[in-house]
RNA sequence: GGCCCGUUCGUCUAGCGGCCCAGGACACCGCCCUCUCAAGGCGGAGACCACCGGUUCGAAUCCGGUACGGGCUACCA
């Protein structure tokens, strides 16, 4: 049997979603449970949107959370290094070898004429997508302008047939390829798109399971496109089902707290925000529902997991806290309250009041 | 516009063909406990299982369509 690994990658934006947490919960409960290894891997390929503040803010998040992990950008492991963008050579390596297999060709349209192209096409009703200007250019001739001129590396996407994958969530899905454009594989800065970094990542770095929110869904077609154009093996792929706001849109700003910083601020326990997260998506199929991680990690599984997005309720975390609040041996709730209380009250009184505001407290 | 996904109480959900004229939890309401407020206990209200067809002796559960919602559609992830 393969080894069991699997990896998670919040965004490097500065702040820790707690719609990333949920799906890295997941990751989590298989990886453990299975015995398996966890991998942190940050996906900064986007320079423009980098924060270079995001690793504290993703190992302070997690860790306060009570996730931990065997391999990442601080604990190192056989695999690094973790951060894509001290991998560049290896992607311009497999993008270029790509091209040599005549899987990839090199593109040197601008921005203007794609912008332009794009615009032309929806005035006409059309899809908008890549009119393959570039690919009929000569391998020869675009070696050779590629030597000087700016350019990015697109996938020959072909033209007909299907590529489908079996969920483990969501099933057998299926696209019809036409609905697919010849991607950008690699940006003309000499980064790669996330589309080849985390198919190069996930089969670099061995990892057997590929769990991710469903928003990548869409995108799994290029993908699997990708794998196909390597000739890799392609592992068991499951997409979970997103937290929403109230409002039934993905979880943003707008709707309020969304950072894990803010719940630690406003007093909540990272255990309640755990029980809370982990049954937004998955149930254990009883009428259980208060669960410590360790619970979690024994009790969770795939195949209960929820299609449907659900929606963030503030009561249902709220009456949580308490619960777990409750279930704090006094002394450690003296603790937990430290920060929350003014330096200059009295320590022991503190301890001999805990018992009686126990009982009644939401958050901290 | 195109592609994909989804749809059970306000919310999180159970349900995977008969046990369901749909169960639990949060929130809400009432009662009990109580010096107060909580917590706790008990009870209540709340879902024509989005809609329309089909399959079946029998469908929330299987199939098709429609509607609505969402996601993606970038040299963002």
Redesign the pocket.
Same mark, same amino acid.
């Given at each position: 049997m393969t080894e069991i690994r699997l990896r998670f990658?919040p965004?490097? @934006?500065g702040s820790l979603h707690i719609g990333s947490v949920r799906t890295t919960l997941y990751n989590y409960f298989f990886a453990r449970q299975n015995g398996g290894q966890l991998v942190l891997r940050i996906? $900064?390929?986007?320079q %423009? +949107?980098f924060d270079p503040r995001a690793l504290d803010t993703i190992y302070d998040g997690l860790h306060w959370m009570g996730i931990r992990w065997d391999e990442g950008p601080r604990e190192g492991g056989a695999f690094g290094p973790y951060v894509?963008s001290e991998r560049l050579p290896l992607y311009q390596r497999h993008a270029e070898a790509l091209v040599n297999d005549a899987a990839a060709y090199h593109?040197?349209? @601008?921005?203007e004429r #794609?912008a332009a192209v794009?615009s032309e096409q929806?005035a006409r009703?059309?899809? @908008?997508?890549?009119d393959r200007h570039c690919r009929s250019i000569p391998a020869s001739e675009a070696r050779e302008r590629a030597a000087r001129e700016?350019?990015?590396v697109r996938l020959k996407v072909p033209d007909d047939g299907e590529v489908a994958i079996d969920d483990l969530v969501?099933?057998? !899905?299926?696209?019809?390829l036409?609905?697919?454009?010849d991607? !950008?594989l690699l940006?003309? $800065?000499g980064?790669?798109?996330?589309?080849l970094?985390?198919v190069i990542d996930d089969h670099e770095m061995r990892i057997s399971h590929v769990f991710r929110?469903? /928003?990548? *869904?869409?995108? @799994?077609?290029k993908h699997l496109l990708v794998y196909r154009a390597f000739g890799w093996e392609v592992p068991p792929h499951a997409?979970l089902?997103?937290v *929403?706001g109230? /409002?039934?849109?993905?979880l943003a700003k707008r709707h309020g707290a969304t950072a894990v910083s803010e719940f630690h601020d406003e007093g909540y326990l990272p255990e309640a925000l755990v029980n809370?997260l982990a #049954?937004? %998506?998955?149930?254990?199929?009883?009428?259980d529902?208060i669960f410590t991680m360790q619970d979690l990690v024994e009790r969770w599984r795939i195949?209960? !997991?929820?299609?449907?997005?659900?929606?963030? $309720?503030r $009561? +249902? *975390?709220?009456?949580?806290d308490?619960?777990h609040i +409750?279930r704090l041996e006094p002394d450690e709730l003296v603790a937990r309250l430290g920060p929350f209380v003014p330096k200059e009250w009295d320590r022991g009184l503190l301890r001999a009041v805990v018992p009686f505001i126990q009982?009644?407290? +939401?958050t901290l």
């Open positions: 990658a965004s490097p @934006t996906e $900064d390929t986007d %423009g +949107r894509q593109c040197f349209c @601008t921005k #794609l794009r929806a009703g059309e899809i @908008t997508r890549y700016k350019h990015v969501y099933g057998h !899905v299926s696209w019809p036409r609905a697919i454009e991607q !950008v940006k003309s $800065d980064f790669p798109t996330y589309q970094a985390v929110g469903e /928003d990548w *869904l869409p995108s @799994t077609p997409h089902p997103n *929403l109230p /409002d039934g849109r993905k809370f #049954l937004i %998506g998955w149930s254990p199929g009883s009428e529902e195949d209960h !997991v929820q299609r449907a997005g659900g929606k963030w $309720d $009561d +249902r *975390l709220d009456w949580f308490g619960i +409750r009982e009644r407290m +939401r």
